[in-house]
């Protein structure tokens, strides 16, 4: 497909068990972008990707949470001893870059994987 | 820090009605503008964007203006449509220095026959 692919859509999983959620960007996509969206709350961002490095990770919200990118491409988010209150919506975007190293703010959004701790 | 206010919601309003959401943005640098936009079931989709001052972006009927002296970009509809039930963000990223685009909590718009 064109757009960009996460996965799961959807996962349950119990308080204390570790999580790996996906996000396959559009080929070409220099940049990757997680953001989470909490019911009533707006995008929050956690941590972005140029190629394979992360130059701006301060979004993550403890060290429970961890993010890699291989190959310029694939992206996978992981959550290790989740917590009730890391239940919401986990966004990927991706994005072009633009000619002089910058980002023009044009982002390519998944539908997000939705993400329930029992 | 950067950030984003966008009135608060949920907004319902009847089809042909006017449409106005409000958004202002404090920034440390010069910011690009945007409005996004989240159907039910779908991903956030790029509406529109304005990069700077007096630029006005449009799409689908929706329109927003840098406006520098207001640190504003409110989105504005003349006649809304069921259609356009959805969820609506601004965001800004700012020009030649960081690239993390800041968002605001996104406002509700619910449109009735």
């Known amino acids: 497909g064109a757009g960009v692919s996460q996965s799961p859509s959807n996962k349950v999983t119990e308080k204390g068990k570790d999580v790996e959620l996906r996000c396959d960007p559009i080929s070409g996509h220099t940049a990757l972008y997680w953001y989470r969206q909490s019911l009533g709350q707006g995008l929050e961002f956690l941590i972005y990707f140029q190629g394979n490095s992360a130059p701006d990770k301060s979004g993550l919200p403890s060290d429970r949470f961890s993010a890699e990118r291989t190959g310029g491409s694939v992206s996978t988010l992981t959550i290790q001893r989740t917590q009730q209150e890391d239940s919401a919506v986990y966004l990927c975007a991706s994005s072009p870059w633009a000619s002089g190293g910058r980002n023009t703010g044009e982002l390519f959004f998944g539908e997000g994987s939705r993400l329930t701790v029992l | ?113």
Request: proline share 3%; aromatic share 12%.
């Open chain 2, 1 to 113: 820090g950067d950030s984003v206010t966008q009135m608060e919601g949920p907004v319902t309003l009847s089809e042909e009605a006017f449409l106005t959401i409000n958004c202002t943005y404090t920034a440390t640098g010069y910011p690009s503008l945007f409005w996004y936009v989240q159907y039910p079931g779908e991903g956030l989709q790029l509406l529109l964007k304005a990069t700077k001052a007096d630029d006005k972006g449009s799409n689908k009927g929706f329109e927003a203006t840098y406006r520098k002296e207001t640190t504003s970009f409110h989105l504005e509809k003349g006649s809304v449509q069921v259609s356009d039930s959805a969820v609506y963000f601004c965001a800004l990223i700012l020009t030649g220095g960081g690239n993390k685009l800041t968002f605001g909590t996104g406002t509700q718009l619910k449109v009735e026959l």
